[in-house]
């Protein structure tokens, strides 16, 4: 066990889904897996463990924003040799033409976040998705008919902006959308030698003012959940 998953070693896949909200993880583990075993109730933040299509894989909450979220990629990769990560979350859009329910896959993360450059000593740091399990992705997507948007999106530490316009900003220099992790996710990633993909379905669009309910965040995404699986049985077992 570690600080803050109650699992038993090998209680855990190669390839973990993980999405910010517990709730969303047990919905994916109850609608989409089978032989589940619920490995982790610490703190609310399920995980478990289960097949899909005969791969064995595992779904855990990590909670909302970077600092939470590197608390459990640092443990599921050092303390549970997990190989590959795929966040399945929710983001806001930044262009109209990227409506509430479609898919971004990130192929890297901008972020307004202070935690790379003290660890990069003021420097610059590119958190970028693993091209593996990017391109295992986007091959998967088109194999299904799913429509995609992939491009740069902003992990931020601030939901409640005090500038409500900001980030049109960086709309204007490409950014997708907004969440709340990624940055983090492909850092530690990179650090420790394991694979890290986002995908996120729009929950809100900032340029027209559409949204979902929290409701339809947990349960009715799953376009993107079954996109998630589909990569990750596709992935070699380590």
């Not at 463990?49 to 909450?61: A, D, E, F, M, P």
């Not at 992990?155 to 990624?182: H, I």
């Amino acid at each position: 066990m570690s600080v803050h998953i109650g699992a038993e070693k090998g209680a855990i896949a190669d390839t973990v889904l993980l999405p910010g909200d517990p709730l969303r993880a047990k919905y994916i583990a109850q609608q989409f897996l089978s032989d589940t075993v619920c490995y982790n109730e610490v703190r609310g933040m399920f995980g478990y463990t289960g097949l899909y299509n005969g791969k064995r894989i595992s779904v855990q909450g990590s909670g909302m924003g970077q600092a939470s979220l590197s608390i459990y990629i640092n443990e599921l990769i050092t303390e549970y040799n997990v190989k590959n990560i795929i966040r399945v979350g929710s983001c806001g859009s930044f262009h109209s033409h990227i409506p509430v329910r479609d898919i971004i896959i990130a192929m890297s993360a901008s972020s307004d976040s202070a935690m790379n450059r003290e660890r990069f000593q003021g420097n610059s740091y590119a958190p970028t998705a693993d091209f593996t399990l990017f391109r295992t992705m986007i091959d998967r997507a088109e194999e299904m008919n799913i429509s995609y948007h992939a491009g740069n999106i902003l992990a931020t530490d601030t939901f409640y902006q005090d500038n409500p316009e900001g980030w049109r900003k960086w709309a204007e220099y490409g950014v997708l959308g907004v969440e709340m992790e990624s940055a983090a996710l492909y850092t530690l990633a990179a650090k420790f030698g394991a694979r890290a993909l986002t995908v996120c379905t729009v929950s809100d669009n900032l340029s027209t003012g559409e949204s979902t309910t929290s409701e339809e965040r947990e349960n009715s995404f799953t376009e993107m959940m079954k996109l998630a699986l589909e990569t990750a049985i596709k992935l070699p077992d380590s």
